[in-house]
């Protein structure tokens, strides 16, 4: 006699059907969006004071402020806040409120004063990259993306101020006027 079969199940893997699009959306994409409008105009400043247009540099560094303002806010308001979009803010604030500026000042005036200008430039970038890194976004209390006081109005003001005193000529520029 044959022993009684067994009749065993076997499952045989699903495919997994991959959605690639079904996080895509438009409310997570617009203060990433925001953020690189930031860089862009923090690169062009840098552009247009390598070709000796600083009052425009200036206004490139003010335009990427109003972009960074912008972008935490408008994720918080959207719900859309993410670990990305947070690197991608520190990224955004070290080009433009920690490279630009200092770019800006040093083909503007410190380049008059050569190495010594060199090192005050090479400072205040230094400062802000660890700025940045004292706290991460990975590790900041409150909902992700969300920094308070981790800006760099310093740098801000010194382009700014240093834009109109020289264009209303307070100051004038040791190393080249505009």
């Not at 953020?35 to 600083?54: D, E, P, Q, S």
């Not at 425009?56 to 408008?74: E, H, K, S, T």
Request: proline share 8%.
């Amino acid at each position: 006699m044959r022993p009684p079969r067994v009749r065993v199940r076997v499952r045989r893997p699903r495919m997994r059907v991959h959605r690639r699009l079904s996080d895509f959306s438009v409310n997570r994409m617009v203060p990433n969006v925001l953020t690189v409008l930031a860089v862009c105009a923090g690169m062009t400043a840098i552009r247009f004071a390598v070709n000796g247009k600083f009052e425009a540099a200036c206004y490139a560094i003010i335009v990427a402020g109003v972009f960074d303002g912008l972008d935490g806010r408008i994720a918080r308001l959207l719900r859309s806040t993410s670990r990305f979009g947070a690197e991608l803010d520190s990224l955004s604030d070290f080009i433009s409120f920690g490279v630009a500026p200092a770019v800006v000042l040093y083909l503007w005036t410190m380049s008059a004063f050569q190495s010594i200008g060199w090192a005050i430039i090479l400072i205040f970038s230094a400062c802000c990259a660890l700025r940045l890194l004292s706290s991460p976004p990975s590790r900041r209390p409150g909902p992700p993306g969300f920094s308070p006081a981790r800006r760099r109005p310093p740098g801000r003001a010194c382009c700014c101020c240093r834009c109109s005193s020289a264009s209303n000529g307070v100051i004038g520029s040791p190393a080249r006027p505009i």
